[in-house]
């Protein structure tokens, strides 16, 4: 197993629940490891840390004294510490993140083939929260075990509508991929924070289900289609010649680019989370992946893992696979 130090675990396990030590996660403390599935009564407490209050902004008529009281726009501040999120219109209902756990109550059960909560936290610092659900099957392929999930996210600082994302885990190191490893766009169905919003993602556990069906479907075949898809290592210099070239004048850039490579040779011929899958487009994919999430460093307010959920939310991880993907097919298709 292979595991990844944090700079600020402290600001991690009170932004984050997961179920089990997940495969490149440790610490001293995990008290928000959870062998069983994360009771919501857990996550409801974590939210309500996360409380705001909505201010309007008020002027004093200089004229009759009166005061007079904007409502068209008030302020998103934390309870807690009168941290301003940003600002909403009279359009925007004042939601709390207990939307998410009641959403998730409404689809959840206690059955072993039921959906279960198996992560939940916030990011950006209580910006954004999520809540990620799927069921107890690990599913596997190509030697890869993985599980289909569905994550519900909105957000306090207006960066998020309320969002569902769909993806996929894959078990042995945790990284959260695409079910198409970036080929085509992950189904995320969203909708503005309007007064009429609750209405439009109509969300029963029967139609999650069939979605996490067709991501398992979709997953497989990809994956499949990965793994047999030969790579050489001529082939995987020249990509790295690609995104970490060696011939050229920055000294600092170059030193930085050696490092990579390095990483990724290691991380391609000798961990658990590639190496059974070297010589392989799959075994690219995998070591490309879990570098870009946990060997890119921590930033501030952001461990890697925290830093992984959010960028799922919104997307930007999966777009980065598709670039990485077109890439490894243009460089395949030359040499």
């Given amino acids: 197993m292979v595991f990844v130090e944090r700079d600020n675990y402290e600001e991690y396990k009170t932004n984050l629940f997961v179920k089990g030590a997940m495969?490149?996660?440790?610490?001293?403390?995990?008290?928000?490891?959870?062998?069983?599935?994360?009771?919501l009564s857990a996550v409801r407490e974590r939210f309500e840390r996360e409380t705001v209050e909505f201010w309007n902004d008020s002027a004093t008529n200089p004229e009759t004294g009166e005061t007079i009281i904007d409502e068209s726009v008030s302020k998103i501040v934390r309870a807690s510490d009168?941290?301003?999120?940003?600002?909403?219109?009279?359009?925007?209902?004042?939601?709390?993140?207990?939307?998410?756990?009641?959403?998730?109550a409404g689809i959840t059960g206690e059955s072993p083939g039921d959906l279960h909560v198996k992560a939940a936290g916030t990011t950006r610092s209580g910006g954004r929260a999520y809540v990620q659900i799927s069921t107890d099957n690990v599913l596997k392929v190509?030697?890869?075990?993985y599980e289909p999930y569905i994550m519900f996210g909105m957000s306090h600082d207006q960066s998020l509508a309320i969002t569902s994302v769909t993806g996929t885990n894959v078990v042995v190191c945790s990284n959260m991929v695409s079910a198409l490893f970036g080929k085509?766009?992950?189904?995320?169905?969203?909708?503005?924070?309007t007064k009429n919003a609750t209405d439009?993602?109509?969300?029963?556990?029967?139609?999650?289900?069939l979605q996490l069906e067709q991501q398992a479907d979709e997953f497989d075949k990809a994956i499949q289609e990965l793994s047999e898809t030969v790579v050489t290592d001529k082939q995987i210099d020249a990509f790295l010649d690609e995104i970490a070239p060696l011939d050229i004048d920055?000294?600092?850039m170059q030193t930085r680019n050696e490092s990579f490579r390095a990483e990724f040779k290691v991380m391609a011929n000798q961990d658990e989370r590639a190496s059974e899958w070297y010589g392989t487009k799959l075994g690219m994919v995998q070591a490309l992946n879990s570098l870009d999430i946990w060997n890119r460093g921590t930033r501030k307010n952001s461990d890697p893992l925290t830093r992984m959920y959010d960028e799922t939310l919104?997307?930007?991880?999966?777009?980065?696979?598709?670039?990485?993907?077109?890439?490894?097919?243009?460089?395949?298709?030359t040499v």
């Fill in 200 to 209: 439009e993602l109509i969300i029963t556990r029967h139609s999650i289900m």
């Fill in 23 to 39: 495969g490149c996660v440790t610490a001293e403390d995990e008290s928000n490891i959870y062998d069983t599935n994360i009771p």
């Fill in 250 to 252: 920055s000294q600092n």
């Fill in 314 to 333: 919104d997307q930007t991880r999966f777009k980065r696979e598709g670039n990485t993907l077109a890439l490894i097919d243009k460089v395949m298709a």
């Fill in 82 to 104: 009168k941290h301003v999120f940003g600002k909403r219109g009279s359009d925007v209902p004042e939601r709390q993140y207990d939307y998410l756990v009641d959403l998730a």
């Fill in 142 to 145: 190509a030697g890869m075990e």
């Fill in 184 to 193: 085509q766009a992950v189904r995320k169905a969203k909708t503005r924070q």
